[in-house]
């Protein structure tokens, strides 16, 4: 027979020891230099997000306009969570008006959808929204055109430093013909980029290009000082980052002037704050893959991270052919020159995945949304990518995770070129994204959610210890066995 005491103990360590031990407990432990501490010597753990919160509606306000779509996403430096989308009067149909809400606690309470004032007087379209917090001022860039009254048709850059209660408006393009597709990022030292495209409506190909305006008072004012691609054919949907020494990047998608199939993706950088653009090149090099699925064309995602490595994000029909989606990851370690293989984001290449953003923590892991439609539906997923090894080139994929907790119809065929996320001072992922469950495109808002997080020293010595107690209990046993005989 047992002892009691040693049948607690081992009930204790039967209880314990799987929970410790449990491959349910996702986490690793990253070096200064980024790579896996497999011994667990660092202090530091990286928690996997096993979930999201409970959706929240953002849009709110269906009085003027039934559908929302194309959301854009900042934080401030004291944890208010801006969100600004466009409003329309079909799911797939041109912006009629942009709004902005926020929340001071975390996103658990949003404000009143706020619309965006017209720039001229008569009625005035806007769209394509983006959102950027820099130096205790929120702005919030987007495009505007004439519906009816004086002629018009530029990107536009409303600021507040009062945390949006009220907005100060002006024109940050100057192009030619119909302004489009903007995005803005702000430097250290606090210049303002707008890049965007210039449309000639008229024509079916050309006379497209992508533009650069910056500001360097703060978004008072700005100023034109690039046409990056003054070459035809077609060039459209810019994304912009910057480089740690505040270089600018720009890509963009290029139309194959003979077939007229486009999606391919280029790329130029300036050294001189976005004066001159050196020779744009090819970053999908491995081949046109292009698709054209309706409403599913998106924005090519550039990013740095801490040692500027340059990463860029993309969907496209390299491993499904014609009119279907993947979303690939390729990398640069010499800005943009050369670059890596293509990596498939999404673990399976069934159905069609598009629309990806990402962000970069600050232990240089990716964080990255993308749509995933499968058969008559589609919902918005997350999924990690860390890079580890000598050479920082062997990626570990996180698990996908579902963020929305409804499924939205296939028949809503656009919502929009892009959907955002951010990390807040914890690195907690921030989603905003479109959404159809209601029968119309709405707004939705949730973060990612943490499990407890064991750091792998405590599982290393309680492991150990786990050993020592069994040790001790297999002696006890037999010594006890051994006196029970003798008697």
């Not at 004032?117 to 929204?129: A, I, K, L, R």
């Not at 536009?156 to 903007?182: C, H, I, L, M, Q």
């Not at 060039?235 to 990047?249: D, Q, R, T």
């Not at 673990?347 to 629309?355: D, H, K, S």
Request: proline share 5%; net charge negative.
């Amino acid at each position: 027979m047992i002892h009691r005491g040693v049948l607690i103990v081992i009930l204790g360590l039967l209880v314990i020891s799987p929970a410790l031990l449990s491959s349910e407990v996702k986490f690793v432990n990253i070096d200064s230099q980024g790579q896996i501490n497999a011994l667990g010597t660092s202090t530091e753990t990286l928690p996997e997000v096993s979930g999201f919160s409970s959706n929240v509606l953002l849009s709110t306000d269906d009085s003027a306009y039934p559908h929302h779509v194309e959301v854009s996403m900042a934080i401030s430096d004291n944890g208010t969570l801006f969100a600004g989308w466009k409003e329309s009067n079909t799911h797939d149909g041109p912006g009629i008006r942009v709004s902005v809400t926020k929340s001071v606690d975390g996103g658990t309470i949003w404000s009143s959808p706020y619309s965006m004032s017209m720039f001229t007087s008569g009625t005035t379209g806007q769209s394509d929204p983006w959102l950027v917090w820099h130096d205790e001022t929120i702005y919030f860039t987007y495009l505007e055109y004439s519906i009816s009254g004086p002629s018009l048709s530029q990107i536009t850059v409303a600021r507040s430093n009062n945390y949006g209660a009220s907005w100060t408006p002006v024109t940050a393009s100057y192009g030619n013909f119909f302004a489009d597709k903007e995005m803005m990022v702000i430097s250290d030292n606090g210049t303002i980029y707008v890049v965007y495209d210039d449309t000639d409506d008229a024509t079916i190909i050309g006379n497209t290009t992508i533009r650069l305006t910056r500001s360097t008072d703060g978004g008072v004012t700005f100023q034109e000082i690039c046409n990056i691609t003054e070459q035809t054919p077609w060039k459209g949907l810019p994304y912009m980052a910057l480089s740690n020494e505040n270089h600018p990047y720009v890509t963009w998608l290029y139309l194959e002037p003979e077939t007229l199939d486009w999606g391919n993706i280029e790329l130029a950088k300036s050294l001189d704050g976005g004066i001159t653009f050196q020779e744009s090149q090819f970053i999908n090099s491995d081949g046109n893959y292009s698709t054209s699925a309706p409403g599913k064309i998106t924005l090519p995602v550039v990013r740095f991270d801490q040692n500027d490595r340059l990463y860029v994000l993309w969907a496209d029909g390299f491993d499904q052919g014609e009119n279907s989606f993947d979303v690939y990851l390729r990398y640069s370690d010499d800005y943009g020159d050369t670059w890596s293989d293509r990596l498939r984001v999404n673990p399976t290449v069934e159905g069609n995945q598009w629309n990806p953003e990402m962000v970069i923590d600050s232990h240089g892991r990716l964080h990255i949304v993308y749509y995933d439609e499968q058969g008559e539906y589609y919902r918005p997923y997350y999924r990690t990518i860390t890079f580890v090894g000598d050479e920082h080139d062997s990626p570990i994929l996180g698990n996908p995770i579902p963020i929305a907790d409804s499924l939205t119809s296939s028949s809503f065929t656009r919502p929009g070129e892009y959907m955002s996320i951010q990390l807040d001072s914890n690195d907690i992922p921030q989603i905003v994204w479109s959404d159809g469950r209601n029968n119309e495109m709405d707004i939705y808002y949730a973060h990612g959610t943490y499990g407890a997080v064991i750091p792998l020293e405590s599982i290393v010595i309680l492991a150990g210890m786990t050993i020592i107690l069994v040790t001790g209990i297999v002696l006890f046993i037999r010594k006890h066995q051994r006196v029970s005989t003798t008697n």
